[in-house]
C-alpha cells in the first residue's frame, strides 16, 4: 500500500481523519496477514516508511505507524504519505 493521507477537510476534524488512516493501515496489515504464506515462510513482514511526502519518508518498524500517524497530526501536516509493503520472512533466533 503507498498511500497519501490528507489531514485537512473542510467538515472533518484532522482527529478523525488521523483515525481513519490508523484504522486504513492497521486494515491493510491484517488482510495481508490473512494471506497463504510462501513454502518456508514463517510469517509476513512489513518494510513500512512514513513521511510528509514520498520523497521524505524514511524506513519505520510497523510497530510506529501509529505514532508517527500522531506526530503529524501534532505538526498540523496537511498530508502524509504512508507506504506498507509486506514480504513473508523466517523467525530467527533471540541471541542469548
Not at 17 to 26: C, F, G, K, P, Y
Not at 27 to 43: N, T, V
Not at 57 to 66: C, F, L, Q, T, Y
Request: hydrophobic residues 35%; positive net charge; proline residues 5%.
Amino acid at each position: 500500500m503507498k498511500k497519501i493521507f490528507k489531514l485537512t477537510h473542510p467538515k472533518i476534524k484532522p482527529a478523525r481523519l488521523a483515525d481513519t488512516a490508523r484504522s486504513d493501515a492497521q486494515k491493510y496489515m491484517k488482510r495481508e496477514r490473512k494471506k497463504e504464506l510462501p513454502e518456508g515462510a514463517d510469517f509476513w513482514d512489513f518494510d513500512c516508511k512514513f513521511g510528509a511526502t514520498a520523497e521524505d519518508a524514511k524506513v519505520i518498524h510497523s510497530a510506529e505507524i501509529g505514532k508517527s500517524i500522531m506526530e503529524a497530526e501534532a505538526q498540523n501536516l496537511e498530508s502524509f504519505y504512508l507506504e506498507i509493503m509486506a514480504r513473508p520472512a523466517h523467525r530467527t533466533k533471540k541471541p542469548e
